[in-house]
Nanobody
Framework: QVQLVESGGGLAQTGGSLRLSCATS????????MGWYRQAPGKQREFVAV???????NYADSVKGRFTISRDNAKNTVDLQMNSLQPEDTGVYYC??????????WGQGTQVTVSS
């Protein structure tokens, strides 16, 4: 059974930084894409960032230049470095992966709160 566990969320001040990590476990043949989504209170879940197995990245416009996604292919982990945090970055952040066989998995989420 595949599991994704996020860590690193918490409270930050405006302009501060947090680093999220996501560890995977279980039988995973190979992971094509690893990414992060977030959901603010009362809003739909939205895309934040994604990284391919080859290291190509893509970011939501709202986080470009502030967030950096990285992965360790050997450990099947993915991180999200978040700098210059703003109150609108507040939400539950979810880790997600898509395997080479097309299966998609989600973590339970970690809360990020940015105070103004």
């Amino acid at each position: 059974q595949v599991q994704l566990v996020e860590s690193g969320g918490g409270l930050a001040q405006t302009g501060g930084s947090l680093r999220l990590s996501c560890a995977t476990s279980g039988s995973i043949f190979s992971i094509n894409f690893m990414g992060w989504y977030r959901q603010a209170p009362g809003k739909q879940r939205e895309f934040v960032a994604v990284i391919s197995s080859g290291g190509r990245t893509n970011y939501a416009d709202s986080v470009k230049g502030r967030f950096t996604i990285s992965r360790d292919n050997a450990k099947n982990t993915v991180d999200l470095q978040m700098n210059s945090l703003q109150p609108e970055d507040t939400g539950v952040y979810y880790c997600t992966i898509r395997t080479s066989r097309g299966y998609v998995y989600w973590g339970q989420g970690t809360q990020v709160t940015v105070s103004s």
